[in-house]
Every structure is written in structure tokens, then in C-alpha cells.
């Protein structure tokens, strides 16, 4: 007896259930004479009738009634086993950049609120210049990212979210401080603390543009990456530095930060990103609760 095969088991179980070739074809999105043709085929292959056919109608044989719950069963194991290999085939984390170009703090609601709908799914975070997190999610290293804009984002969707307006960090002692709101005339004979082209090219160009319309071209000192390193810095009066807003929330003595007037046109963008056409299965949840807290 040659081995039976489950797509002919599939095809006798409509039929066993319908007791009827043409409503079980209309069921299976097929015409009757080849699903005739495959039942009449395994009959030859076991060997024996599985329905008996006559003017009156469909019914089953026999050894029809004896296949029946075997077949059920066996396609019920099946489709068990398909579903596991499912499971077991969706990712076990979600790989999320977050841009250094903000204050970490500022993510902290949405992480939040993701943690609370991930399920057993795992985060993993990680933190880095907007043009690496661009790389690693191009190479499917990360699932998506937080980035600041402008960014040079080739090929990945992006999803604008916020706006993070720049502000002033300066010594809590100088004369300046007095003031509630500066612009860049103001500190145009200051030295400030800015970061290298390389860490965020777009954005650099961005701002060096704003900077050329309104004539300012301070003492510029390399910025410490770290942007506590930087604040002490402030603190110690060595220079003053231009910060995306959210940097507010981190308080330490001998820093102020004041308003600026060209603030806005300074502003980092915030978007998310990702590889499209290889959408992480949280990427729906993500890009929703993205939209819900960080969006303006």
C-alpha cells in the first residue's frame, strides 16, 4: 500500500464532513471532478471504498467511518505541530536603538509602556550616534531606533515623532545667567562646547546653517561624548554648550540652562526607524505606542 499523503486526507475529511462532492469543492475553493478524481484515487490506494455513491446521495462506507477519526487526528497533530514550530520561530526580543543626541530619560515613558505590552518578548536597548544606530539597523543588527534628525537614513522607513528644541547650559555664576532667554548673539563671544561632524553629519550641517544665517561663529571646544563629562565641564566655567532640551532633566550644581531665542530652528527632530519590508512582529506596537507618547 503506498503511503497516504495529507493532502488527500484533508480532501476525504471535507467530503466525509459535507456527504456532499460539490459543497465540499465549493468549501475547498475547487471544482468537484478533480476532487472526484483525488478520493477516487485514494480508494485505489487503500484498496478500498470510502463512500458509497448513488442517486440518493454520499455516504460513508465502512472503512470510510474507520478513517475518518484517524485522519481528523492526524491532520489535528499536524496543524499542532505547524503552530509550535511557529511559536517557536518568533523572535524571542525586540533589538531597539536609542540616539545619544537626547537625554535617555526622555524614552523612559515609552519604554515604560512597552515593557507593560511586550509580553515575554525581551528589549534590548542600545544607545549610540544616530548614523551607527542607522547602520546597525541596515545590517538587521538592531529591529528598529530612536534617531535624531535630520539623519542620513538611506533605504529605512522613518516615522517623525517629536522635536526637541536646543537651550543653553552655562555656569550658574556668569553674568549671563541672570538672563531668563539668550540667543546666539549673546554668547557670540563665548567658547561653546559642540559636538564633532562626525557623530551626526546631517544634523551638524543642519545647525551650521542656522548658525552662518545669523552670523555666529564663537570659540567652538570639542565636546566630551559623554554628556555628564560635559556638564562638569559647564560647571567648572570652561565654556558653555548648546543641548537638545531634554538634557534639562539632568541637574547638576553649577549648570544653568536658559531658553534660546533660535532654539527652534536649532531643534533635533526624533523619528523612528526601520528596514522596510523586514518588520519585526512588535513593530505595529511599537510604532502605535511611539505615536501615543512621543508624538507632538
Partial sequence: MRALDTHSLHLFCAVARCLNFRQAAEQLHMTQPPLSRAIRLLEDRLGTRLFERDTQGVALTQAGRTLLPQALHILALLDKAQASLQQDSAPARLRLGLTSSVEAGLFRPLLDALGKQLGTLRLELTAAPSPRLVAAVRKGQLDAALLALPSATFELAVQPLARQPMLLALPAGHRLA?????????????????????????????????????????????????????????????????????????????????QLVEGEELAAGIGLAWREGHGHAALPLLRRLAAEVLQE
Avoid: N, T
Avoid at 531668563?180 to 561653546?192: F, P
Avoid at 551626526?200 to 545647525?207: K, R
Avoid at 548658525?211 to 571646544?221: D, E, I, K, N, T
Fill in 178 to 258: 541672570k538672563k531668563r532667554k539668550l540667543g546666539l548673539a549673546d554668547i557670540a563671544q563665548e567658547s561653546v562646547y559642540w559636538f564633532e561632524r562626525a557623530r551626526q553629519p546631517a544634523f551638524f550641517d543642519h545647525c551650521q546653517q542656522v548658525f552662518r544665517r545669523h552670523g555666529f561663529a564663537p570659540v567652538f571646544l570639542r565636546e566630551a561624548s559623554d554628556h555628564h563629562v560635559l556638564l562638569s565641564d559647564v560647571a567648572a566655567g570652561k565654556g558653555m554648550a548648546l543641548l537638545a532640551a531634554s538634557f534639562r532633566a539632568l541637574r547638576l550644581a553649577g549648570v544653568a540652562y536658559r
